[in-house]
């Protein structure tokens, strides 16, 4: 059984408490949060660039999530361009090829 140290571990983040992203590379959001609660995420993660991810494609479709994924009939992957931009996270090539792009609502 492997030890858990506090830089590999998962860590739960309050709400009231959103300056901790600024310690976290990768944060998972959970399903169903309030469109206010998304763009708080949002704003908190994009200026520390942490990438969001979620099995929430609203977050995606929404822009307020960098990856959505999707398992189900098969998996898939989601990521919006202008919420990576904005954290400031940069893809490989051969990633972008196998994600879905969802385009900036306007």
Known sequence: RRSCRNDGCPKLIA???MAQLASI???????????????S?????????????SA?????????CVLGVVSKPRVEIYYSPAV???S??????????????????K
């Open 25 to 39: 590379k990768v944060a998972f959001v959970a399903q169903g949060l309030s469109p206010e609660v998304l763009a």
């Open 84 to 86: 990576a931009d904005s």
């Open 88 to 105: 400031r996270i940069n893809f490989t090539p051969a990633f972008v090829m196998l994600a879905k792009r969802v385009e900036a609502t």
């Open 56 to 64: 929430d494609l609203d977050c995606v479709m929404a822009n307020k």
């Open 15 to 17: 709400m009231s408490d």
């Open 41 to 53: 995420i949002k704003k908190s993660a994009s200026a520390t660039g942490t990438l969001t991810m």
